[in-house]
């Protein structure tokens, strides 16, 4: 929050200096885009002559009609209450880039008919590689993360070394580096356990950290009250500790989950039939390569939206347990 | 009365140059209460710690039952088990209701069943007279009654010592006789207690002996009735006079 004053002003938005400021300045962007070639131009026809040979004077005359609109746009927003604003200015945006992506002239039949195969293939395999090596990555980061804050210094090592490792090295390097480097030692690896085996290993030395942070989080009386009772080290740490630091550790890890959910598209340098693949593979064959990443584009959005909604309700509910 | 419970002999302690316990000796025995007072930063609190070694010593030796404590031992746990320990913050697990705190020991280091570990810990949360707060949560409780539920999650545990840290000095005022009521009830039923605090109305009316520390020693030993009304000590006459001045 940035904690606003009580005092009422009238909005920066109604300010005649600013309105003023933002139609120059937005007379000038588009003035600079000059959308004269497009139907913009076409509507402008009876004032500027035709949009082509219109030269700077119906440049500037389009950008200072459409800087007047974005500048109405503004202000009619202003009037209305924060809720609305927020709607508005999403859907305004949404339409933006729809109608951006929709300037390519994309074949939607096309789309529509690998569609599905993306989402059974592609965003299933996506989601259960990611869903499997956050789980593994959790587990990961826990020993890391105990190791990292324990006084044997070959286990301090150990993890200090590993977190140091998988977090200094590009994870695409990663990737390459296991599956092509494990068949060198003799072990053989299908690119679905390589991919999660990576990814699993990167996300593990970042989620150290946070499992650490988590843990540090839990007071020292938490753990001298479990010591006092005659409890020992491994049952204070799942039954005290650990169930503490969840409120801490789970935010984060969301977070990591979504992006894991971005970066698993890595993996499909690999040959991982995951939505990146199917979308490069599939808009290869007939380079239709915008339709396909357009929509792979929207699809990884929608998952991290949804992730994003039940993340948010997670970190809710671990709010009103903790009191 | 029996051999003593507690003895600690020689017992020096530093936290790096500090010198936080110089050469303490003393002794509890069955049934007996002790309270320990003194200036802050004087190593009351370290002394009670060290007890169940939630803080270590480095020279002198400490006896507890008869298992002497020392870093190489194994049974720390089993000597922690006979010694209830309350603190200052309470230290209740904020995560757990009030029930599953005083479950939560017997079961997982007693190994009682759940129904025998409830039933203690409903006998202790009458004893220290709220068992209507059981199924709430710490944080929805006052600090004494989070105090008391500290004192009973101790007391499930069935130890042959109490050692209060400072039980008091977190709570707000009116809170304070609440615990020091339990306290007492505990003192009239015989359990041994060693507590660090500067209620001297508690000393006065519940301890067999006070003893008063400074700059990490033992300066004065006495019954509260010599104590209070005539200290040897020019250390425990000043200090004395401080806190009893209000």
């Avoid at chain 1, 005290?240 to 890595?266: C, E, H, R, W, Y």
């Avoid at chain 1, 994003?308 to 671990?318: D, M, S, W």
């Avoid at chain 2, 007072?37 to 507890?64: D, F, M």
């Avoid at chain 2, 200090?239 to 009893?244: E, N, P, T, V």
């Amino acid at each position: 929050m940035l904690y606003p004053d009580t005092v009422q002003r009238d909005p920066l938005v109604h300010k005649p200096k600013f309105i003023a400021l933002t139609i120059f300045l937005s007379m000038l962007v588009f003035a600079a885009i000059n959308l004269n070639g497009t139907i913009i131009g076409e509507l402008m026809r009876p004032v500027i002559g035709e949009p082509s040979e219109s030269g700077l004077f119906g440049r500037l005359s389009t950008g200072l009609v459409l800087g007047i609109l974005f500048a109405v746009n503004i202000v009619l927003i202003g009037f209305l209450r924060f809720r609305w604003q927020v709607l508005v200015v999403w859907l305004e945006l949404l339409a933006l880039f729809l109608s951006f992506f929709y300037s390519f002239d994309l074949n939607f039949e096309f789309i529509r008919s690998k569609l599905w195969f993306m989402i059974t293939q592609g965003v299933f395999t996506t989601l259960y590689v990611s869903a499997i090596s956050i789980v593994l990555a959790s587990i990961v980061a826990i020993f890391g993360a105990v190791a990292k804050l324990s006084s044997n210094g070959f286990a301090f090592a150990m993890a200090s070394f590993y977190t140091s490792f998988f977090r200094g090295l590009p994870l695409l390097m990663q990737i390459y580096l296991i599956y092509l480097g494990l068949p060198q030692l003799g072990y053989v690896i299908d690119a679905v356990p390589a991919g999660i085996l990576a990814l699993t290993l990167c996300y593990g030395a970042y989620m150290t950290e946070i499992f650490r942070a988590g843990i540090q989080s839990i007071p020292k009386g938490q753990w001298e009250a479990s010591r006092a009772l005659g409890v020992q080290f491994g049952l204070t740490m799942r039954r005290v500790i650990l169930p503490q630091s969840m409120p801490v550790i789970i935010p984060p890890t969301g977070n990591q989950f979504i992006a894991m959910l971005k970066d698993s598209s890595l993996i499909s340098v690999i040959g991982v039939w995951e939505l990146m693949f199917i979308a490069r593979t599939a808009g290869a064959k007939e380079f239709k390569h915008m339709e396909m990443l357009i929509t792979a584009a929207l699809i990884y959005w929608i998952l991290s939206i949804c992730l994003e909604l039940v993340q948010t309700r997670i970190e809710r509910h671990f709010r009103t347990q903790s009191h | 009365m029996s051999d003593p419970i507690i003895t600690m002999r020689g017992v020096n302690k530093w936290y790096g140059k500090y010198h936080a316990l110089r050469d303490v000796n003393f002794s509890v025995k069955q049934g007996e209460r002790i309270v320990i007072c003194g200036p802050s930063g004087s190593g009351k609190s370290t002394l009670i710690r060290t007890l169940n070694w939630l803080e270590a010593h480095q020279e002198g030796t400490i006896t507890i039952d008869d298992i002497e404590l020392h870093p190489k031992m194994r049974k720390i746990d089993q000597v922690r088990m006979e010694v209830g320990m309350v603190f200052q913050h309470f230290n209740l697990f904020p995560h757990m209701s009030v029930l599953e705190n005083l479950m939560f020991a017997p079961i997982w280091v007693r190994g009682l069943s759940e129904p025998e570990a409830r039933e203690i810990a409903m006998t202790y949360l009458e004893r220290v007279h709220i068992p209507e707060h059981a199924e709430k949560y710490p944080g929805q409780l006052s600090g004494g009654q989070q105090q008391r539920v500290a004192i009973a999650r101790a007391l499930c545990m069935n130890p042959k010592v109490m050692l209060f840290d400072e039980p008091t000095s977190a709570l707000d005022p009116e809170m304070v006789s609440e615990v020091l009521d339990v306290m007492t009830e505990l003192a009239r039923d015989g359990m041994t207690m060693v507590c660090v605090t500067h209620e001297m109305g508690f000393a006065k009316a519940v301890a067999d002996r006070v003893i008063f520390m400074d700059a990490g020693e033992i300066i004065e030993e006495a019954d509260p009735h010599n104590f209070f009304d005539a200290p040897q000590n020019e250390r425990t006459k000043a200090f004395l006079g401080q806190i009893l001045q209000h």
